[in-house]
């Protein structure tokens, strides 16, 4: 395998944050001041999709909230929250197709974020989707395509990418 190959190389697509409240309110509105706070985006609030009585939801019900931020500014951001977990992440925040999803249980530990009296202390979750070049091929209106096996991003992938480019630490079993 040529390890100079453009088209194996690979990308962040997205880093998506999202904090779940489970009620509307006070605590979301918090929350939505977080989140643009932390990504400096346009945030969008999450609704409820079923009725689920005993805990007192109905459709259309905003519940929470999260944004997705693209490009540069992902980079910027994942940097960011990795700095939050010291850059060590246990091997089962990754999924089987190369993705990454941890939490931060308190925002004051992001570089750069201050702490506002008035939103308190609220947690996070971030979820990080990687790509490579002709991932679109799965994506487009014209002779869609599967993406081929060998050119799917594996964890190992991942955790590669992550440990040289971000200098990340990955924990094998996670006794907590």
């Known amino acids: 395998m040529n390890l100079n ?3 194996r190389e690979i990308k962040i697509e997205k880093v998506t944050l999202n904090i779940g409240t489970g009620q509307p309110g006070d605590k ?3 929350a939505v001041i977080l989140l643009q706070t932390i ?3 346009k945030v969008i609030k999450t609704k409820t999709m079923k009725r689920i009585p005993t805990w007192g939801l109905r459709p259309r019900l905003e519940i929470g909230c999260k944004v997705t931020v693209r490009g540069k500014k992902a980079e910027i951001l ?6 939050s977990v010291d850059r060590t992440l246990s091997i089962k925040k990754f999924d089987k197709l190369g993705n990454l999803s941890f939490g931060i249980p308190e925002y004051i530990d992001i570089p750069q974020v201050q702490y ?3 939103i308190g202390i609220i947690g996070l979750e971030a979820a990080v989707t990687f790509r490579r070049n002709g991932y679109r091929i799965s994506k487009r ?12 991003i594996t964890k190992e992938d991942t955790i590669n990418y ?5 200098n990340v630490k990955v924990k094998e079993d996670d006794n907590k």
């Open 141 to 152: 209106r014209y002779k869609k395509s599967s993406i081929p096996t060998s050119h799917k």
């Open 116 to 118: 506002n009296p008035n």
């Open 39 to 41: 990504a400096n985006q």
């Open 28 to 30: 979301l509105d918090k």
């Open 78 to 83: 994942l940097n960011r929250l990795l700095e």
């Open 162 to 166: 992550l440990k040289s480019k971000f």
């Open 5 to 7: 190959n453009s088209m």
